[in-house]
């Protein structure tokens, strides 16, 4: 688990940079698979994040709770997911200090979500594509055969290639992104390892 | 007057901020500032096209998109695609082609956008499209 930064754009469009669609987020990832070779780990990945709306300041004046009646009439959330096949490589295998660096590739989808609870109008917009590169190292400390753990630095570059919004439960588009763009997210994480 | 001073400074930000606050509440009360587009469609003899006028509401967040196609009559169509930033209007079946699209900014639109069209179907009926910011509470959203 960790925290990721966006950077990059969106998409082409004018002023549609990342963390103004969204802000930094709290990521959860599991990863499963085995070892091909004592310093070659393969497997899949799966996680989840949570975050908030971005830096542009129409939206994020929306989302302020900012009158007094203890509940925020605009709702507003960000959820990712993600999903893919990863393969690590550790150069110190057998040692309790292992340095290891990884290539991952898979899906990725941002679900943003406006809810206007005064007009009764909910709007969500998903952007989805493939992260065609998941680049990170850390560094394993393992005290017993059974658990590692360690921090981690990755950065995952991806673009969104597909796109759509609903109304209210109604869909009012759903198509591909005409101006794609490269975006990334830089991760900075802690890493439980279970039989390194 | 040092007890004055004490008094007014204090005054002054607990102004502002239940300025700001009462700012931030109208947004919280009412609901979100839609930015809306109105399409009224009459024929040359004023009478009004069922199905209309329509109520367009912009969608808020970046990346969203409300595509929509509204039916005229006799083979015309107006074909309306919006984001946050803008949004495009084509009309297909129309004789005059694409002279009488129109891309319209949320700049346009929150200033008082207002705008009529001549429009002709391809069997040769004329129709007047309003084109408008904000809409009525009558209007088919």
């Known amino acids: ?196 | 007057v040092s007890r004055r001073r004490r008094s007014y400074s204090f005054r002054l930000p607990l102004l502002v901020a239940v300025l700001a606050a009462s700012a931030g509440c109208m947004v919280e009360d009412q609901g979100l500032p839609y930015d809306r587009l109105r399409i009224a469609v009459s024929r040359s003899d004023s009478t009004s096209v069922a199905g209309f006028p329509r109520c367009l509401t912009l969608p808020v967040l970046n990346g969203s998109v409300v595509e929509e196609r509204y039916s005229i009559e006799g083979g015309l169509e107006v074909e309306v695609f919006a984001t946050n930033g803008f949004v495009g209007l084509s009309f297909s079946g129309a004789s005059q082609g694409a002279s009488v699209n129109r891309t319209i900014s949320v700049e346009r639109l929150r200033a008082g956008y207002a705008e009529s069209l001549e429009v002709t179907n391809p069997s040769g009926t004329a129709f007047t499209i309003g084109l408008g910011s904000g809409c009525s509470d009558g209007d088919i959203r």
Not at chain 1, 21 to 26: D, G, L, P, V
Not at chain 1, 32 to 51: H, I, P
Not at chain 1, 111 to 118: E, G
Not at chain 1, 141 to 155: S, Y
């Open chain 1, 1 to 196: 688990m960790g925290l990721a930064l966006p950077v990059g754009l969106a998409s082409g469009a004018r002023g549609d940079a990342l963390n103004e669609r969204y802000a930094s987020q709290f990521v959860f990832e599991t990863e499963l698979g085995a070892k091909a070779t004592d310093a070659l780990f393969v497997g899949g990945y799966f996680g989840f994040g949570l975050g908030a709306e971005g830096r542009d300041e129409r939206i994020e004046s929306f989302c302020d709770d900012n009158n007094s009646d203890g509940e925020n009439d605009i709702e507003c959330s960000v959820v990712s997911l993600r999903l893919g096949v990863t393969a690590r490589w550790s150069f110190s295998p057998g040692e309790s200090i292992n340095p290891w660096l990884a290539y991952g590739i898979g899906f990725e989808s941002q679900s943003q979500s406006i809810n206007d609870r005064v007009a009764r109008r909910r709007e969500t917009t998903i952007a989805s594509g493939l992260e065609f590169a998941r680049l990170s190292g850390g560094l394993d400390w393992r005290p017993g055969k059974t658990f590692g753990m360690g921090p981690l630095l990755e950065a995952s570059f991806g673009s969104f290639t597909k796109t759509s919004t609903e109304v209210n439960g109604e869909a009012t588009f759903e198509g591909d992104v005409e101006d794609s763009a490269v975006h990334t997210w830089v991760t900075l994480a802690l890493r439980g390892v279970f039989f390194p």
